[in-house]
């Protein structure tokens, strides 16, 4: 026979009772946390669900408001022109409606004979998560943190063809309280300016002040690439300004200074410079990247290298002329020349050298030695040398120009062309031409001396014509020989070679300021 004893067998009588309410407590209890986490877990996903229909919610009044602004920017655009018809649509303001406001910002705009700062107000949405859209000056911007997205573009129209820059600056006019409803568009005034018409061989400057600068940073590189973009200063109050320059100067306005910077030059070189000799411009030359790049790529296709064996080198010894090649161009990879000289032979027409990579000129620092790259051919004629180069041009003595072959100086006879990361480093020698390297964003080399100046001058050289870059350095112990030839003031330099044709220029500026009421019933 088998036993089967429970633990109740080995209790004393009496105490099963006791146990087995024991045991019933504690399954109740089980059955009551049990419920409670269930009842804990059901909240945490209530509150979870609830604030992500606030998302949603929020973020389709968001589009809702967005929208609503889009169809408002038009319909501005549209009531500015037009005096005759008040025009009514239906807003989305959001729960917590829009405020219209007169004055939030400036706009300046100089160019040719007009200078004009114009106040410029806003219409405002701001959502329960710190979201803004807002319309100002035709444009509508929607920012989210430190994120601002262009929605709807300003109507700042270019015209090729007219050579035209339009901007009609739309404004609110008075204060309001916008709510979600039927509103009213009307014209109130527009103020033509005059005198901003013709702007030929300048620049067009924009700037903007404004909480929402973020949003015309973006919308000014969109129209007209990075470079458009000039400074952008951010101020204490969420606001900040932003400059953007449009147009061109034309090449024959390029050289009217010996030296033009667009970074102030430097200071610590311990030669004086004549202060008359600078010009400070704030980006107003394109740079020549895309130009040069296109010029580099066309070499795949051409048979004419500096020498019939190819040596995609121009050393010591070399001679180029027109007539080696039908169009006078040449294509190479480097000048190196040290302690000889090379010629070029421009009697016969215009040379064109297109250099994939550098020039290192290694001589004795007197100039008029036969040291370096030489013009000659030059009696008689207005043939010049064009060189257009991808990387840094480098003079340590010896002597490059026209000047060590004849008597008459004439520095627009040799022209050199570099890109934005171009540098041009002279110690001791000379030069005698103009170099153009603009630079809207130079990063700078790993020289000590000009660790971040484009131009580095120092232990005496001497620099005859005209001189384009970011930023100078000049030292030289006793003096830099520094001479402006004034003959570049009114020459006509074509700094784009033929077959590649200049950016769109602006001739005209066609700029008016429009006041627009909106209100609401």
Known sequence: MVTIETEYMSVPRGTETTMLSGRAQSTLIGIVLLIGMVAIGSLGIFLVASDMLTDVEQESEHDRVENSFVELSQQMETASSDDDVSRSMDIDAGEDGAVVMSNTGNLTIEGGDVNKTIPIGAIEYTGDDGTKIAYQAGGVFRETGNETRVVSAPPINYDADSEALSFPIIKTRDEAQLDSGNIHVSHHKTNPLQEASLVENDTVTIEVESEYYRGWEAYFKQQGGATTVQNVEVHDDNRGTVTAEFGYIEGEAVFDSGITVSEPPGEDGNVDINETDFKVRHHS??????????????????????????????????????????????????????????????????????????????????????????????EGNDHVVRLYLTENISVEGGGVGPSTVGEDLDAERFQVYGTSETSFKMTGGGFEGLIYAPSNNYSGTDDGRCSWQQACLHSNPSYYGGLYVSSVYYQGGNEVNFEYDESLEDAEIDIYPDGYTLPPQLTYLNVAEHKVDVEGN
């Open 285 to 378: 030359m394109q740079e020549l990247d895309d130009v040069i790049d296109d010029l580099v790529d066309d070499k795949n296709s051409s048979e004419y290298w500096v020498s019939s064996d190819k040596p995609w080198s121009i050393d010591g010894g070399e001679t180029l002329t027109h007539t080696d090649s039908p169009n006078g161009t040449y294509f190479a990879d480097n000048i190196d020349i040290d302690g000889d000289y090379s010629q070029i032979d421009v009697s016969h027409g215009n040379v064109t050298i297109i250099l994939d990579g550098s020039i290192e000129i290694d001589g004795n620092n007197n100039y008029d030695d036969e040291e370096g790259l030489l013009v000659n051919g030059t």
